[in-house]
């Protein structure tokens, strides 16, 4: 069941108390069953290499956390803010990585049969004669799978190749059918593409670069996934032929990333622009994004005779390594620094980094050997003889280039710019990543509808981004804390209805929580039902009866008005609004009314205009 | 003499000349003869079309899958495969009335000149008590034939693998251009290569079925396409039309057998005793394609093998397989493969290889277009894939040459052959394979002797010239009867 629909089973499991939450939120990163890596096993699509010890897929993860907490209890005794302190290494050693991209493709059909791709359905139902590599069978190219593999490329400002065609990569597996995987090696359908990450793309605080910085594509190519193995401990493996073709695409970026932050923000970034572009399934949280790394460490001011070796165009560099598979972005980055302290400390001992293939495992601090150069594959890469040449007409690529969607960037600075939406950049992004766009579809349903609403009130218009932004992520947002997020649990028409009666002065803050509750929690009835049915309506009072209801607190607590007065402990003032409102029936008392008024009777100046 | 006494006639040579070890696999002869009376009954007045397959026995080499008799390639480790579909070409044959009597012998994987590499053991011919290579691969679809046991056969040709069986067998073997006719469902050997062929005891039978199989098939990415099929002869030539007859001296080598030498000077007579002329043609880049040959071909052939495991279908060796150190199908690759397809897939993967590749495979692939440009400059008509100029007058129409450069040897000898020997036999086949073009083989008596041996005579045409090769063999034929 796991394996089915690995979504479902953990919103399922997180609604029992006794699961790990730290855990469930590692495991949505993670492709299942994956914690080792067999000798032979090739690279790439690599889906989810059998395990050689077979534990249990949540226990591996609880003793992962179990280790990380053990390290970093560990850590902190010695040398605590090790990150934040300039480590005098980095100062020296410059660190240089490139990433290979898988990313699933957004598409009806596989690669090169008509069977339907398929995320969930039962194993083993959607698969062609040719998918599992039956005698005699031929491939059929399904032109359709190039419409999201070009926008991904566009989006990554690429040149579309009039001419591209497939190869084989050959290597024996038992989830590859046909003993090679199809792809585009020497002719691939984009290449010279790059994409721009500007300060806001970091997490606040952490941008390492000055100002923006560019990373090449070298090329996008498409080629074929594998089946999924799953296992049946202790020693079977099944095999779902299934994601078989499924189409993919690998982005090939220059060795031009300087620190594993930038290569982290540079995957979540690319994740974001096939996500905006429709090109792919899913994020990297549920198997449809891996990558793989190359790590090279040099010397800053070092002499370069070491420094012989060129990727990609790409020269002076270091003896690089490649670790596979790594399978979130969390991952890619651990792994980079752990491979950068690796090599340093080989190098600083005299040692010599050998060209080789290493693994990283999810919560360790090391990466691991794999294979070394005498034990690489060759692939003996061939053109498919059965497969024509692929053409790319202009004139698609101008009509696709035209019906791009918005990009992130444009994103962005749509709603941070200008007076729409006026959101921080800090609340865009946030809107942007969180569950692969939808959250920001819903957001922009809101603001929809509030700003039909009050059409009216260009005073209000200008404030309505702000205040739809924090209800959607601070309010809702806290709702989902620990579950999935759905745009229909609340509609946009309902969280709007709420944040409009709030504006209007018609209920209290608190009034508006609670509708959001209810509505969270199944109520069905409409927000304006609620509000009449239960009688919600703000009803002010006078300002006779706040005056009255005042002054018989200030007299029933004395002493706390007179800490008030006397020690100018203002910060009380709040408590005693929170009598008032305590006291009075619900929806009657506004906290800055009642604020305003307790000044009045305590003789303290109003409250500054903001 | 009726649809069924023939399909009688067929039956009862499959029993007679079984030791041959033509077929692999027959169909049940009962079912087989209901057939025949179901197709007979719908044409009373019996069959007289001898290009119709409506209600004959046609054989079918066994790497064409079919889904009521199993299909092996005479390989160890699809012994006991039952393909869940049906080839395009036999559904075509069948939906035209054909009857499928079995499945023939051959060399495992279209891999072999001789037909002894067979898990199914060796298919041969007998003449004069003389055990002789029946030609491969397709030896089991000529040795049929050319016995009695069906009327007409459907092999594939790699390399030659129709034309030299039909060559040592005495029967007319063609290889249609490439991609006219579907390879779904045809186990590919080396896919830019390979090429459903054709085999009967007359062009007639041949043509017949080519006719019916010629159909565009969105089944196979490499059929051509209606619109490059619409700019191709479809009418065979006027009979009146006299033909510029090729002759590429570069094919005559020294070790060229007598006997080949003599028919094929006689075949060059005969025609132009009939009207057409004889011209000198040079084709230099031949002597390179046996080589590439046998670099491109076990290339696509490592790739293509590489899915036969045993993981989904086929024959898994006995007992536990694989080791912490290799994947799960070592061992049963390593039984199920012969010799000679292991030898192959060991030169392919070697020459694919990194640091062979280019010295191989690349280069093997430059010899392969200058073939294919030594061809294009001798024929009249320009080749309608790679140009649009218009026909050069000084070109010809077809080429013609021995098939191969002996008669069937001995098994005894080819036994004991080392492989390079073996795949000198190929030496003129596979330059038109490496081209694509179309190609027959009909055998010509060294003298009017009756007793005289009979060579294979290839015509060559340019691509797309198919009817045009099967009217030059069918006058060939003709004069070599009459005279």
């Known amino acids: 069941m796991l394996a089915r629909s690995p979504r479902g089973a953990l919103v399922l499991l997180q609604k029992r108390s006794y699961i790990c939450q730290s855990c469930l939120r590692r495991a949505r990163r993670l492709p299942l069953a994956q914690n080792q890596f067999p000798k032979a096993r090739s690279i790439q699509t690599a889906t989810a ?55 699933e493709l957004n598409t009806a059909r596989k690669l090169f049969s008509a069977a339907a791709t398929s995320a969930n359905a039962t194993p083993n139902t959607h698969v062609a004669l040719f998918d599992t590599a039956f005698p005699g069978t031929q491939p059929h190219f399904q032109k359709e799978t190039l419409l999201p593999a070009l926008r991904a490329a566009l989006a990554l400002n690429c040149e579309i190749q009039h001419r591209s065609s497939f190869d084989r990569k050959h290597y024996f597996y038992q989830d590859q059918p046909s003993g090679y995987q199809i792809t585009q090696y020497y002719e691939p359908f984009a290449q010279d593409g790059h994409i721009t990450l500007y300060p806001h793309d970091f997490p606040a605080g952490t941008c390492p670069e000055d100002g923006p910085v560019t990373i090449g594509i070298k090329q996008v190519q498409m080629e074929q996934d594998t089946a999924k193995t799953v296992q049946q401990p202790p020693s079977t493996h099944l095999l779902d032929f299934n994601r078989v073709s499924h189409p993919l695409i690998e982005i090939i970026s220059l060795p031009q990333l300087h620190n594993p932050v930038t290569a982290a923000v540079f995957v979540r970034k690319i994740q974001t622009i096939l996500k905006a572009v429709n090109a792919v399934t899913a994020g990297m949280e549920m198997g449809g994004l891996r990558a793989d790394v190359n790590v090279s460490v040099k010397e800053k001011d070092g002499n370069s005779s070491s420094n012989i070796h060129s990727y990609h165009g790409v020269g002076q560099l270091g003896q690089r390594t490649e670790i596979k598979n790594l399978a979130s972005v969390k991952a890619i980055e651990d792994a980079i620094i752990a491979e950068r ?13 050998e060209g080789e293939t290493r693994g990283w ?29 692929v053409f790319i007409g202009q004139d698609l690529v101008d009509h696709l280039r035209q019906t791009l969607p918005a990009l992130s960037d444009e994103t962005v600075s749509t709603l941070v710019d200008g007076t729409t939406y006026g959101l921080t950049a800090k609340d865009a992004n946030t809107l942007i990543l969180l569950d692969d766009g939808d959250r920001l579809d819903f957001y922009f349903d809101v603001v929809e509808h509030l700003r039909n609403m009050f059409s009216e009130q260009p005073e209000v218009l200008v404030r309505l981004g702000k205040v739809a932004g924090n209800w959607v992520l601070m309010e809702l947002g806290a709702l989902f804390k620990n579950e999935e997020w759905s745009a229909t649990k609340v509609s946009a028409n309902q969280l709007a209805t709420i944040v409009a009666h709030l504006l209007r002065k018609q209920i209290t803050g608190s009034t508006a929580k609670r509708l959001l509750l209810m509505k969270f929690d199944g109520e069905e009835r409409s927000v304006e039902q609620i509000v009449s049915d239960e009688d919600l309506f703000l009803r002010p009072l006078t300002h006779d009866e706040y005056l009255s209801l005042a002054q018989s607190l200030v007299e029933e607590k004395a002493d706390v008005a007179n800490g008030i007065v006397k020690k100018q402990q203002l910060g009380k003032i709040k408590w005693f609004v929170g009598q008032m409102m305590a006291r009075s029936a619900e929806g009657t008392v506004e906290p800055a009314a009642a604020e305003a008024v307790l000044r009045e009777v305590l003789h303290l100046p109003p409250v500054e205009q903001k | 003499m009726s649809l069924l006494r023939h399909a009688q006639r067929h039956i009862d040579n499959l029993g007679r000349y079984g030791h041959l070890n033509a077929f692999v696999n027959v169909a049940d002869a009962e079912s087989v003869l209901a057939r025949v009376a179901t197709a007979a009954s719908s044409s009373p007045t019996d069959n007289v079309d001898p290009r119709s397959p409506n209600g004959r026995l046609v054989a079918i080499k066994d790497n064409i899958c079919t889904t009521d008799i199993p299909t092996t390639a005479a390989s160890g480790i699809l012994k006991k495969f039952k393909s869940p579909y049906c080839a395009t070409v036999v559904r075509q044959l069948r939906e035209a009335g054909a009857i499928a009597v079995g499945k023939t012998n051959m060399d495992e994987f279209g891999m072999g000149s001789h037909n002894i590499h067979s898990h199914f053991g060796k298919t041969k011919i007998q003449q004069n008590g003389v055990d002789r290579s029946a030609g491969g691969s397709s030896g089991g679809s000529a040795v049929a034939v050319a016995t009695g046991q069906c009327w007409a056969a459907l092999g594939t040709d790699t390399g030659g693998s129709v034309r030299l069986p039909a060559a040592y067998t005495g029967t007319v073997g063609f290889k249609p251009s490439y991609g006219l006719l579907s390879r779904w469902g045809v186990i590919a050997y080396a896919n830019s290569l390979d090429t459903v062929g054709i085999l009967g005891n007359d062009v007639d039978s041949v043509e017949g079925l080519f006719d019916i199989t010629n159909v565009y098939d969105d089944q196979d990415p490499t059929s051509l396409d209606a619109s490059t099929r619409s700019h191709l002869p479809t009418e065979a030539p006027a009979p009146s039309r006299t033909f ?27 025609l132009q005793e009939r009207g057409h002329s004889l011209h000198r043609v040079r084709l230099p880049a031949t002597q390179h394609a046996l080589s590439a040959y046998y670099v491109l071909a076990p290339a696509e052939a490592s790739s293509n093998l590489a899915k036969y495991d045993g993981v989904r279908y086929g024959t898994r060796a006995e007992g536990k397989d694989g080791t912490p150190d290799s994947v799960l199908f070592a061992k049963t690759r390593g039984e199920g493969f012969g010799p000679e397809v292991q030898r192959r897939i060991l030169l392919g993967a070697f020459s694919l290889s990194a640091q062979a590749i280019d010295n191989y495979f690349i280069q093997a692939q430059k010899v392969r277009r200058l073939v294919q440009q030594d061809f294009d400059k ?106």
């Not at chain 1, 005794?77 to 302190?85: D, I, L, T, V």
């Not at chain 2, 510029?244 to 030498?261: A, C, F, H, K, W």
């Not at chain 2, 140009?387 to 002996?406: H, I, M, Y």
Request: aromatic fraction near 4%.
């Open chain 1, 49 to 103: 290499p059998p395990s050689t010890d077979d534990a249990p897929f949540r226990k591996t993860l609880k003793e992962a956390a179990k280790k990380k907490k053990k390290d970093e209890r560990a850590a902190s005794g010695s040398s605590r803010n090790s990150s934040k302190s300039r480590n005098p290494r980095l100062e020296k050693w410059e660190l240089t990585v490139g990433i290979e991209i898988h990313a």
């Open chain 1, 341 to 353: 302290d690796r090599q340093i400390d080989l190098l600083e001992n005299g040692g010599v980094v």
């Open chain 1, 361 to 389: 495992t999810l919560g360790s601090k090391t990466t691991r050997r794999l294979r070394g150069k005498e034990g690489e594959i060759d692939y003996r890469y061939m053109p498919d003889p059965d497969i024509a040449p």
């Open chain 2, 244 to 270: 510029r007859i090729g002759v590429p001296i570069d094919y005559n080598i020294s070790t060229l057998d007598p006997t080949v030498r003599k028919a094929w000077l006689r075949s060059l007579r005969l």
């Open chain 2, 378 to 483: 001798a024929f009249a008509t320009p080749n309608c894939l790679t140009d649009s100029n218009d026909r050069k007058t000084e070109g010809v129409d077809v080429l013609l040459c021995p098939t191969a450069p002996t008669l069937a040897p001995k098994l005894s000898e080819v036994q004991d052959q080392k492989p390079l020997q073996a795949y000198m036999n190929d030496v003129f086949t596979v330059p038109a394979s490496l081209a694509g073009l179309p190609a027959i083989s009909v055998p010509v008596q060294e003298n009017e002797s009756a007793s005289a041996e009979a060579a294979g005579m290839q015509i060559i045409g340019q691509y797309g010239d198919d009817k045009l090769v099967l009217a030059v063999a069918r006058q060939l034929l003709d004069a070599a009867k009459a005279s």
